[in-house]
């Protein structure tokens, strides 16, 4: 009979991600930062490849990268509206870690299981940061697909992707439980 952690499954039944909106400071420690990266990489890895990495983008980074976002929005000719949106995650931001799509050559273990290994750190990051008591979102967005944001604004090599940025602050305002999915409608059970 396994050894049950209720804690761990009460925390994993009742998690919820923070707007990145409404983080702010004050935010970890570096010491608590390298704490929550070693828990992400913890995460599954076929094959050991480690086929990701991490950034830490402070305050004054994240303001760049904002600047970054906006100029490349409007160059490439979005609207006021999605240009404001694109730069918004970094110019408020206060910490964030880009968690890095690096894909490893392998004969035996598939680029998609690296991609796959990539999300799960991005959500083991969020999650432990939350289990820390801190407010942790997961946020993408226009500039973690474009090439110039991601050579430019965070020197990646150009195999490299950003699976996602967790951005990490203090909590200012508490979000409403959302729905969350019919399980009768999503699983299904094969007994044969």
């Known amino acids: 009979m396994p050894d049950p952690n209720p ?31 070693t828990a992400a990489a913890r995460s599954p890895d076929h094959g050991m490849l480690v086929p990701w990495r991490f950034v830490v983008l402070q305050q004054s980074a994240l303001q760049r990268l904002g600047h970054l976002a906006a100029a490349l929005a409007r160059a490439a000719g979005l609207e006021p509206d999605r240009v404001q949106k694109a730069a918004l995650p970094f110019s408020d931001g206060t910490l964030a870690v880009a968690v ?76 409403a439980e959302r729905p969350r999915p019919d399980l009768s409608a999503i699983a299904t059970w094969v007994e044969a």
């Open 7 to 37: 804690a761990a499954m009460a925390f994993l039944l009742t998690r919820r991600s923070r707007p990145a909106k409404t983080l702010a400071a004050p935010v970890p420690a570096r010491e608590e930062v390298e704490r929550l990266l």
């Open 100 to 175: 890095i799509y690096s894909p490893k050559p392998s004969d035996k273990i598939p680029e998609i299981e690296q991609l796959l290994s990539a999300g799960a750190v991005c959500l083991s990051l969020v999650n432990a940061a939350l289990a820390s008591g801190w407010g942790a979102s997961w946020i993408t967005g226009w500039a973690a697909y474009d090439e110039q944001f991601r050579c430019d604004g965070l020197g990646l090599s150009a195999d490299e992707r950003v699976a996602g940025f967790i951005h990490i602050g203090t909590e200012t305002v508490a979000p």
